[in-house]
């Protein structure tokens, strides 16, 4: 599968196509987090992203890497989050359109949204009906391409245009060598972002982290090979909740990144409020995940980027976050 | 006073001092925000600029051109909020150091804030000190020289980089005409950015924003005389009350900028919440007001850029405006 792995050149390829359409989030710096802390943290906001995660850099990229045949006949994507949203507006945006599969027990809120972005929403029944067979009669029957979530070159490519802009403006900060957390959940971002600071910015070495009971690509890296996880949900952190890591992904994970973090989370609750208070952004359980770790789980002195990957969350659960640490 | 008003190129120049100090805050947009509204809402998020708000570019600015004699010295300000943090943090960063004047009742969160950022904190009570006759003393028997929050040509300048970001921003976001709405107390931000535009992007119009019953620029520009609010204190909007516009920013105002717009405190806390949700941000109230003219107080269809000066928000404020609004 290594042959799938993209290279530099691709995300190269793929910030160009997203120049003028994706948002280049900043390198947020708190001086009075870095005080409390003795170290400079800083913080790429991806939850600023259009759709309020990363995940419209891979979907817009891999959406532009179709042919015109294949944006004509549609896209399809599973997903109950922030993939069913970044699909959603990249298909608009370049005049295709996006069936998205939800469990009909998704948050209505979600299934707005993706609706609002012009997307189809077909919803099944998770204990009575199979999304599989769902998704390919679907796309068999109208010609649709399955857009998968993390296991796609394109989408890996687009995802490292992240990485890209971490190189960039952690040398205009006088960033030199830092440790590079990232919220992981089958690993799209994560190789993304390992490619491309392997190739523009060699000492920012990247670490996954992950909330606890769902460490799967830290036992994976741990052991050399796939590992899953035993329970599927349940998570605060769903938006990086995923059974395993991928094929294409896991192989660059492994090739790049340090042992992977695993923090509780009560931590990423705590990282959200302290996100609120420093830096003023808006951050999912799962997207704070990253700062959690270069709170809470750090002890020496060493710069730190962590990658905030989304804000999707709900006022109810970020009040509670304020009312607990705020 | 005209003399005193900044050009074009004194801001150029300021944008130049501050490379690499301050953050280059996105202008960001959220399509379900503009599906909701039916036209094309932007948001310059200077909640993101280092210390949670705008304040630290005039800063910055001002403290960078005095004389190394000057700095030597050191700088004095009166301020209870986002003045004192962005004068703290500039003196500090640049080998000065700052005493900063705050009332003994000002919130104990922001004096140690303004503490953490290095600054020599003065208590005065309000009922029983005046608190420039302490700041006269001080800065005789020291030499410190004042910094102002709004009448001043370099601290005017130095906002004034907000309205070139602005200008470079929409130009590539393909927005070439709009209405630019500035959250407005002593004009400061107000009157650099509407040097910027006029210089460099004259196709996008500046007005102000207030909140109802500290309209006074609202006032004096509808009458053409600097006009001053009864009320001093009490609004939700702290952050942008003043008595009313300063002798170097009216006249830039009045100049260039449309007729003044006045928000509910209600309304802001709506678009706080709106804010929260869409764009991931964290704003203060009187950070919120120019988003909540964009959303609540337009009935055309014309593209709009709102301005969103600052996110200093205490925790219990921001739970209160999600529980009503989120």
Known sequence: MANLAPVISDIEDAAIRLR??????PLLNAPLLDADLGRRVFVKAECLQKTGSFKYRGARNAVAALSDAQRAAGVIAFSSGNHAQGVALAAREMGSKAVIIMPADAPELKIAN???LGAEVILYDRDTEDRDEI????????????IKPFDNPQLI????????EIAEQAAAAGLNSADVLICCGGGGLTSGIAIALAGKAPALKPYTVEPEEFDDVARSLATGVIQTNTRRSGSLCDAIVTPSPGQITFPIMAAHCGPG????????????????????????PGGAVA??????HRTDTKDVIAVASGGNVDAPLFRMALEKYG
Chains 1, 2 share one sequence.
């Open 261 to 284: 973090i695993v923090v509780s989370e009560e931590d990423a609750l705590r990282a959200m409020a302290i996100a609120f208070n420093r830096l003023k952004i808006v951050l999912e």
């Open 135 to 146: 998704g390919g009669r679907l796309s068999g029957d109208r010609g649709l391409t399955l």
């Open 114 to 116: 993706t609706r609002a």
């Open 20 to 25: 003028g359409h994706a948002c280049r989030t």
């Open 291 to 296: 700062l959690a770790a270069a709170l809470f």
């Open 157 to 164: 490519a687009g995802q490292g245009t992240t990485g890209l």
